[in-house]
């Protein structure tokens, strides 16, 4: 399950914005995803990332970006039921 939101907090206040991108970061054959951003967001969890992963607090590998646009918001929170609907 996805979060319904930007993974993103700026001065205390979580980011209201649907989720557009999942990142994730690739280390050889593993893929860890970190979490998602909106499109306004993807720089500075970017630039966030590189920092965390200079601390080693995140997989030192490829940064990836995978757009959930083909999902959309609407889907993730549709009801099961419609989703298996032929
Ligand atoms: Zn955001």
Same mark, same amino acid.
């Given at each position: 399950?996805?979060?319904?939101?930007?993974?993103?907090?700026?001065?205390?206040?979580?980011?209201?914005?649907?989720?557009?991108?999942?990142?994730?970061?690739?280390?050889?054959?593993?893929?860890?995803?970190? %979490?998602?951003?909106?499109? @306004?967001?993807?720089?500075?969890? /970017? &630039?966030?990332?590189?920092?965390? $992963?200079?601390?080693?607090?995140?997989?030192?590998?490829?940064?990836?970006?995978? %757009?959930?646009?083909?999902? @959309?918001?609407?889907?993730?929170? /549709? &009801?099961?039921?419609?989703?298996? $609907?032929?």
């Amino acid at each position: 399950m996805l979060p319904e939101h930007c993974s993103i907090r700026e001065k205390g206040v979580d980011c209201p914005m649907p989720p557009e991108f999942i990142i994730s970061v690739k280390v050889k054959d593993d893929e860890y995803m970190v %979490g998602v951003t909106c499109d @306004g967001h993807k720089k500075s969890f /970017m &630039d966030k990332l590189g920092i965390l $992963q200079k601390e080693g607090k995140v997989p030192n590998g490829t940064i990836s970006f995978t %757009g959930l646009k083909a999902v @959309g918001t609407d889907c993730i929170r /549709m &009801d099961p039921n419609d989703l298996i $609907q032929l």
